[in-house]
């Protein structure tokens, strides 16, 4: 049974302070309207949770993880993410710091093409051109290594879930890519 969502609504994280909940204390929680400034979060899991209009100037999120966590019309400008894991997050009308492309891009290329496309789809959202064309490059080399992997790869996953003529269509796939690429 999925736990239910918590909500957070039209709170303010005093600046200067840093924020180290037990384990999972923000886990599937909803924030909207929430405004952080300055503030350290050291460790925290945002796992699930969604991110409506909120505002996190300058914060500093050390060893967080947002994986599966939506952000909408939300701002993080200035804000770092040292050691933060990103997997599966989604992203709209949001302004978001480059670094995670360059720094904290998930580990598997499945993932890390889905972030990348995400962060890229979202820029354009904002009008950062620049952005976007960060965002191309890792999610076209992302993609070139996913789609190798589903056509020739002996790993179990890729083995597994791409069996027979699925196999070959990749194979068609990867070719096409590196057409058009």
């Not at 994280?13 to 952080?36: D, Y």
């Not at 051109?129 to 790869?153: C, D, F």
């Amino acid at each position: 049974t999925p736990k239910p969502r918590r909500e957070i609504v039209e709170a303010e994280f005093t600046a200067g302070v840093e924020l180290r909940p037990t384990t999972g204390a923000f886990e599937s929680t909803r924030f909207r309207l929430v405004a952080a400034k300055k503030v350290h979060f050291r460790g925290v899991s945002f796992r699930y949770c969604v991110f409506d209009d909120c505002y996190f100037r300058d914060c500093r999120f050390e060893d967080c993880d947002f994986t599966g966590a939506t952000f909408r019309n939300s701002t993080l400008r200035g804000s770092t993410f040292d050691g933060s894991h990103f997997d599966y997050c989604r992203f709209t009308h949001t302004l978001v710091p480059r670094a995670i492309l360059e720094r904290h891009m998930p580990g598997y290329e499945n993932v890390a093409l889905e972030l990348a496309r995400a962060l890229r789809v979202n820029y354009g959202q904002v009008g950062d051109s620049e952005g976007v064309n960060n965002a191309i490059t890792p999610e076209l080399a992302a993609t070139r290594i996913h789609l190798r992997k589903a056509a020739w790869s002996s790993e179990g996953y890729y083995r597994d879930k791409h069996r027979g003529l699925e196999r070959v269509g990749k194979i068609f796939q990867y070719h096409w890519f590196l057409l058009l690429d």
